[in-house]
């Protein structure tokens, strides 16, 4: 029996082999893995991907999420190299260098090398425990077994690029390019990727802002040991600020969607820190208390481009810089004015070269004055929408209906707040309330020639509110208002103030863009001498100036549009007349005033009136020199129509039907 007496000791060895690689097996099974899955900051980016903001974490800290291909390979070959040349091979234990390490220390007497592969530091990092006992080092290594059973190389390697300290309250790669080189990690240099590699063994003794000599001296031991080639750049001295840019929307995108981890939007990184600089610029000379907020928007794609909701997002200067002013409800002041004269012009009332009596007038117990206190006697439409004149537009909105300007605004995508609840003659001079991102919807409407643009694609739908032609000739009025002192002219823009000087507000568009801008006080309170004209609109037109070198061309006038004089106009629209004077003329008998038609052709019948008759569809002579009653007008579109009937005395009837499907 005794030549069996080895082999039976081999299999002994063997099975004891076996048992206690199954119980160690079992052990690194069994193992409890903390969650790989941590909180990362939520971000807002621009159109281009570009981070514009970044809500810190748990404690204070910013960790910023990494994906694949955000890291630079140059870096994570840089990294391997130093940490751990066998990253790829080993199954989270590196035996090798672990031997070395207990060699060094034996012979050197203090540790020289601490032999943890990066997977025991993902180890360390995700239980967040030191390294300086023996019990502790033990508890990394069966955690780093139990990781490379259950997750591949490249999530592990991933795990640090997210977890890895770089001092202060920096976590991850990520975060750390940004708070010391200002970029994010896709393209780093040698140095800047060294610094990064020898940042996470001391993150705080290595700290460049405070050690900046033993940063570089780590910085430059791993260009060393990886073979790169010596570099002579200094470390970065301070932690540079994590973009912070348009924190209003920031804060109410995730108002609005607290479980959202990032927010995609429209807005331009670069054309954002542009305007925010300009704004801080021009509130830098205002008195303490008065704040700015302005919006660009590109009107041919619905698309904010930049939206500044206060100079300064703290309380500096008491200007309430945390409260948004681009959502503010605030009085419009004279900024509805074009849309005033649009719907008159859309609905036939008046042209452009039209002549109002502005004069002093009362509308019942209402008596406007123009700001001025001066009255011009008579003026053209297009001279009192240049003059800013208060007569004609409040006579106007008489004759439209107060609640139909009301309508057109919603239309728009305006939500106006009424603070009587009833809509006034009033509501044409600043009477209701409405936010800067209600107005730049209204104006980006008459620069698309009369559709609805909703920002930011809230509702594809186009719908049209007013005729091409309506909308093209209150900007060609807009264009010809003289700009602000060594402004470029063209822009077709309107300013406007409210009562008691509390808001100054300018608006403007081009072929593309609309810009609008705010300047008052958060609180109401009044800025004695803040004017539009003054104040807003100098910012106005410096804004366009930073945004582009020249205006985009404006649409050429639709063919429907009547460019006349007023001697050649139609006799009901050379003067703007009241409605006891146009009723002594012919009356329209069918349809009746206010109808609402189902079917597309209409025929009207007049009653009274000199023959021959001339008929206007929307302000445009359709027919004339008719010499019967019962008139065949064509086709009406859907929606509103304004048809008026001019007799042979040029005595006119007006009524508005609305055609729906």
Do not use: C
């Not at 057109?408 to 009587?420: C, H, K, Q």
């Amino acid at each position: 029996m005794k030549p069996h007496r080895p082999l039976i000791a081999i299999a002994l060895a063997m099975l004891s082999v076996a048992f206690a690689r199954e119980r160690w097996d079992m052990w690194v099974d069994a193992t409890v893995i903390p969650p790989t899955l941590s909180e990362t900051s939520v971000e807002m980016r621009d159109r281009d991907g570009i981070l514009m903001r970044a809500f810190p974490v748990e404690d204070g800290r910013l960790r910023l999420a990494v994906t694949r291909g955000s890291v630079d390979a140059d870096f994570i070959d840089m990294l391997i190299a130093y940490e751990d040349k066998r990253f790829r091979d080993h199954n989270g234990v590196d035996g090798r260098a672990m031997a070395r390490a207990l060699g060094q220390a034996i012979w050197s007497r203090k540790i020289v090398s601490g032999g943890s592969t990066l997977t025991m530091q993902v180890a360390r990092l995700l239980e967040n425990t030191g390294t300086g006992s023996v019990r502790g080092k033990l508890r990394q290594m069966r955690l780093a077994w139990a990781l490379e059973r259950r997750l591949i190389k490249d999530d592990i390697l991933h795990l640090y690029l997210q977890h890895a300290p770089y001092g202060g309250r920096i976590e991850g790669v990520r975060s750390a390019s940004f708070t010391w080189f200002g970029k994010e990690p896709r393209r780093l240099s040698p140095a800047e990727a060294a610094l990064l590699v020898a940042l996470p063994q001391a993150p705080e003794s290595r700290r460049p802002d405070k050690f900046a000599d033993a940063a570089r001296v780590a910085r430059d031991r791993v260009l060393a040991r990886v073979g790169a080639a010596e570099v002579r750049a200094d470390v970065p001295r301070q932690m540079r600020p994590v973009p912070r840019l348009a924190p209003h929307m920031a804060d109410a995108l995730r108002q609005a969607d607290p479980m959202a981890r990032g927010h995609d939007t429209h807005l331009s990184a670069g054309l954002q820190r542009k305007m925010e600089r300009l704004v801080r610029t021009h509130a830098a000379g205002l008195a303490p208390g008065v704040s700015i907020a302005l919006m660009v928007a590109d009107h041919q794609t619905d698309e904010v481009l930049a939206r500044i909701g206060a100079p300064h997002y703290t309380d500096a200067r008491g200007a309430l810089g945390f409260v948004d002013m681009t959502r503010a409800e605030r009085s419009p002041g004279s900024t509805l004015k074009p849309l005033i004269y649009a719907l008159a012009f859309d609905r036939g009332l008046a042209h452009p070269a039209t002549v109002f009596a502005d004069r002093p007038t009362r509308f019942g117990r209402y008596a406007p004055q123009n700001f001025d206190g001066q009255f011009r006697g008579d003026v053209t439409a297009r001279q009192a929408l240049e003059m800013s004149l208060n007569i004609p537009p409040v006579a106007l909105t008489e004759a439209l209906g107060p609640e139909r300007l009301m309508a057109t605004l919603r239309a728009f995508g305006a939500e106006p707040r009424l603070p009587s609840g009833t809509a006034g003659l009033a509501v044409a001079l600043g009477g209701v309330g409405l936010t800067l991102e209600d107005l730049m919807q209204i104006y980006a409407g008459l620069a698309q020639l009369g559709v609805r643009v909703s920002f930011d694609n809230q509702d594809s739908a186009r719908a049209r509110i007013l005729t091409p032609r309506a909308a093209w000739q209150v900007g060609d009025i807009l264009r010809g208002i003289a700009p602000p002192r060594d402004a470029v002219a063209g822009l077709a823009y309107k300013t406007g103030t409210s009562y008691g000087h509390r808001d100054a507000w300018a608006f403007g568009y081009d072929g593309r863009h609309v810009i609008g801008v705010w300047m008052g006080r958060p609180d109401g309170t009044p800025v004695p001498g803040a004017f539009g004209g003054d104040h807003a609109a100098p910012i106005l037109f410096e804004a366009f100036g930073r945004l582009k070198p020249s205006y985009d061309p404006a649409p050429p006038p639709p063919t429907d549009t009547l460019m006349l004089s007023t001697a050649d106009l139609p006799m009901p629209l050379q003067r703007f007349g009241t409605a006891q004077d146009a009723a002594s003329g012919p009356a329209v008998a069918f349809p009746p005033d206010g109808a609402v038609l189902a079917q597309a052709d209409a025929v009207i019948k007049v009653e009274g009136g000199a023959l021959p008759l001339t008929v206007l569809l929307n302000g445009a002579p359709i027919a004339s020199n008719l010499r019967h009653r019962q008139i065949d007008i064509g086709t009406l579109g859907l929606g509103f129509s304004d048809i008026a009937v001019i007799d042979a005395a040029g005595r006119s009837a007006r009524v508005a039907v609305e055609r729906r499907p």
